[in-house]
């Protein structure tokens, strides 16, 4: 590990340590760019949107643009709250998943999104990330669907693909969730400008309110 990324970790630890008692004023939330083919930068609106979302119905103010960082880059530090998506394939170099493992430990918190076709590469790569934990589906009592919105029934399905149930999995690192996994949801198809995918009012709110859940969640622990 170099200098940079120590210096990087220890103001995370302190930063990630603060977040549940400061304000979220100016907090920025970011998209993980990774190797390997897969688009990691579909869904190129819904961050914003959910942002806006946040900052409306939650009182954050959470910077308006996010960022796009990289796997291996000392700058993951900076970001509480990453975003990960896309439908194809991962690649993660030995390097790569032990800057995300420091990262998760020291704090920080990843959510994947299957955006249909992630399932069976990501599995393998976070595996590299934590090769003793395993992706285990949280309970529909969960606080994670039970913040400032209600989901009783855990996730809720945005896009049918293969007539299966949205599932939220989770890597739980002493104690702690450190990565939420939502599987046959398209929860990020529901945060993108109505344009893209024409879905309706309601189904895009449900979306933008899981979400919310989450980035609540994720910054009040």
């Avoid at 990324?5 to 220890?10: T, W």
């Avoid at 004023?25 to 688009?39: F, N, P, T, V």
């Avoid at 998760?104 to 934990?133: A, C």
Wanted: aromatic share 14%.
């Amino acid at each position: 590990m170099n200098f940079k990324i120590k210096i990087l970790r220890f103001v995370a630890v302190w930063a990630f340590a603060a977040v549940s008692v400061l304000p979220l004023s100016g907090q920025q939330i970011a998209l993980l760019k990774y190797r390997g083919g897969g688009d990691w930068y579909a869904n190129p609106t819904s961050l914003k949107n959910l942002i806006a979302f946040c900052n409306k119905n939650l009182g954050t103010s959470l910077a308006p643009a996010y960022a796009t960082v990289e796997v291996g880059s000392a700058d993951l530090f900076r970001y509480p709250f990453l975003h990960m998506t896309g439908h194809g394939n991962v690649v993660f170099s030995d390097d790569e998943a032990q800057n995300l493992r420091t990262y998760l430990i020291s704090g920080g918190f990843l959510h994947i999104d299957d955006n249909y076709g992630l399932d069976p590469y990501i599995r393998k790569q976070m595996k590299l990330v934590f090769p003793e934990l395993d992706f285990v589906e949280l309970p529909y009592n969960h606080p994670i669907y039970h913040q400032t919105y209600d989901f009783p029934n855990g996730l809720p399905k945005i896009h049918e693909h293969d007539n299966k149930p949205p599932q939220g999995f989770g890597l739980i690192w002493d104690g702690r969730l450190v990565c939420f996994y939502s599987y046959e949801c398209d929860l990020g198809d529901g945060w993108e400008d109505f344009e893209v995918h024409k879905d309706s009012e309601a189904t895009r709110t449900k979306a933008l309110k899981m979400g919310a859940n989450i980035i609540q969640y994720v910054f009040t622990r």
